[in-house]
T-cell receptor, first 112, second 114 residues
Framework: NAGVMQNPRHLVRRRGQEARLRCSPMKGHSHVYWYRQLPEEGLKFMVYLQKENIIDESGMPKERFSAEFPKEGPSILRIQQVVRGDSAAYFC??????????FGPGTRLTVT | DQQVKQNSPSLSVQEGRISILNCDYTNSMFDYFLWYKKYPAEGPTFLISISSIKDKNEDGRFTVFLNKSAKHLSLHIVPSQPGDSAVYFCAAMDSGGSNYKLTFGKGTLLTVNP
């Protein structure tokens, strides 16, 4: 059973471009979470999704950020018009039961 | 407002000895707690968890203790091995909420010396 997959692992974007981060949950997991980790910080919750539904996006900035988990395909975290402050590691986690969350390797976004 | 605190940024122990990592929380609604290990440039790896109905959970070399009255939990690793060297994150959840989001501490860097 493959683990949580994230791609790309590294992403470099210039200010003003769009960033798309993809996450494929573990087989059989229907709950997906996105977290962000800034340098020297713990992970911070952004959004919780189930298939075709956003359950909680309270940790996600209101502007420029969006997330989806379509019926088919991976979950996508989209950041429009990136700024330097968006540079961080973005982790996706999936869960079969809402308790143990299993994390992917992360996408390291660098905004130049 | 940091609801989960790991007050020791780093800890160094000798191989074979016990490692004790501590975590405090302030939100009394938290009722499920997890420990994760993280190597550089990798995602967090789930280690062990505990529900608030228990005060201890053991899995091999890892034991988590929960003291609800003190809002404190700890992770014991016995015996410590050099491969245990990593950043350890404590995380907490309010399972009665609708989103099951994890609130993380800032982590403790454990170094196990051979």
């Amino acid at each position: 059973n493959a683990g949580v997959m994230q791609n790309p692992r590294h992403l470099v974007r210039r200010r003003g471009q769009e960033a798309r981060l993809r996450c494929s949950p573990m087989k059989g997991h229907s709950h997906v979470y996105w977290y962000r980790q800034l340098p020297e910080e713990g992970l911070k919750f952004m959004v919780y999704l189930q298939k075709e539904n956003i359950i909680d996006e309270s940790g996600m900035p209101k502007e420029r950020f969006s997330a989806e988990f379509p019926k088919e395909g991976p979950s996508i975290l989209r950041i429009q018009q990136v700024v330097r402050g968006d540079s961080a590691a973005y982790f996706c986690a999936s869960s079969p039961n809402n308790y143990e969350q299993y994390f992917g390797p992360g996408t390291r976004l660098t905004v130049t | 407002d940091q609801q989960v605190k790991q007050n020791s940024p780093s800890l160094s122990v000798q191989e074979g000895r016990i490692s004790i990592l501590n975590c405090d929380y302030t939100n009394s609604m938290f009722d499920y707690f997890l420990w994760y290990k993280k190597y550089p440039a990798e995602g967090p790896t789930f280690l062990i968890s505990i529900s608030s109905i228990k005060d201890k959970n053991e899995d091999g070399r890892f034991t988590v203790f929960l003291n609800k009255s003190a809002k404190h939990l700890s992770l014991h690793i016995v015996p410590s091995q050099p491969g245990d060297s990593a950043v350890y994150f404590c995380a907490a959840m309010d399972s009665g909420g609708s989103n099951y989001k994890l609130t993380f501490g800032k982590g403790t860097l454990l170094t196990v010396n051979p």
